[in-house]
């Protein structure tokens, strides 16, 4: 059996501030230069909370703190989020795309269904249930319907972490998941064949 080594998570430590993960490094030291965007944070939050999950440790336990008071930051009163934000912290964009929205479904769902504190993931589910779903189109990428499985899926697997919080489902959850699905099935029905099984005429 190989060795696996242990979680580590110093890089990512390394990377983040007091604000969020920053976006670049140059030879793993942090390049400000570049600012912050909710995508990395994103991604980041979702290695936080599994890192805590499998090991328990305060640093995966202080970066999804951190990682959490960042989305709140970037989300807009619509439920939206910005994704690009400047090291002195202004908006350089006026909303994120729709994988970015997709990918918040997921990361929030994961956050809060974990073991994380309560606090954090009643922050998590705070900033998910503001998310617009309907706004969410499905059909401009693989991505967007495959990150919105990854989340409600999580959710309605671990309902019981919900209830034990005293929090009802959404009720557009349920069918916002199957439209997902509706929606790759589809992609695949229209650019597969028997010589290319795959959601998109091509692969990037």
Known sequence: MMDIPPVNLS??????DHTGLLQHSKYGVPN???????DDNLRALLVATRSYELIGDDTA????????SFLHWMQRDDGLFHNEMSYDRRFMDDVGSLACQARAVWALSTAAVSTLPQSIRNAAFYL???????????????HVP??????????RERQ???QQMEIPAHSDW???LWEAADALVEMYARYSD???RWFLPEMT
């Open 160 to 162: 019981s972490a919900l």
């Open 194 to 196: 028997e010589n290319w």
């Open 11 to 16: 890089h990512l430590r390394a990377l983040t």
């Open 32 to 38: 400000p230069r570049f600012g912050y965007t909710t």
């Open 146 to 155: 495959s990150f919105i499985i990854y989340g409600l899926g999580e959710l």
């Open 61 to 68: 336990l202080d970066l999804a703190r951190t990682y959490m």
């Open 128 to 142: 998910l249930q503001r998310i617009p779903l309907k706004a969410i189109e499905l059909y401009t990428s693989i």
């Open 174 to 176: 349920e069918d916002v």
